[in-house]
């Protein structure tokens, strides 16, 4: 079987529900209410129950019109949550043991996009996955967050 049949056998096996949740607070942490919008969830990608986890941060400008940008740390194998927390994302942290945040992020990403920080391949971060059963490549990572990034966009079209 080729690369090609692999890939549309892959993609057509997805059976699992795209599922997210709106974030609303996060205890201790400088509020956000007002100033952007934040999700996280699961995005099904495999058959036996992968799935790869993901957070967006609405834009604080004007979420409908400005871009979106797809975040993924090094590796496979590092997790989006690096970038979202101490890279790019909303909020400034003291040092790597300080919890929570002190502030918002003057130069966070979503000040004027929408930003979806992507972790991959499964069993990377919260992701979920077998790791024991799983045989990882970069072909295997590169579906996984191909068929994340469709899925993600059919159900969120206002992206």
Known sequence: MGSYQKFLTFALLIICAYSYQRV???PEWPDFTGKFEMYSGYIPVGTNGEELFFILTTSMAQPAQDPIVLWLNGGPGC???NGFLWENGPWVFDGFDT???RAFNPYAWNTHAN??????????G???GNIEQT?????MAMLQQ???IVEFLKNQPQY
């Open 24 to 26: 609303t607070s996060m």
């Open 79 to 81: 997790s989006s949550l």
């Open 99 to 101: 919890t929570p945040p």
């Open 115 to 124: 930003v979806l920080y992507l972790d991959g391949p499964s069993g990377v």
């Open 126 to 128: 919260y992701s979920k």
């Open 135 to 139: 045989e990882y490549s970069d072909t």
């Open 146 to 148: 191909y068929t994340a």
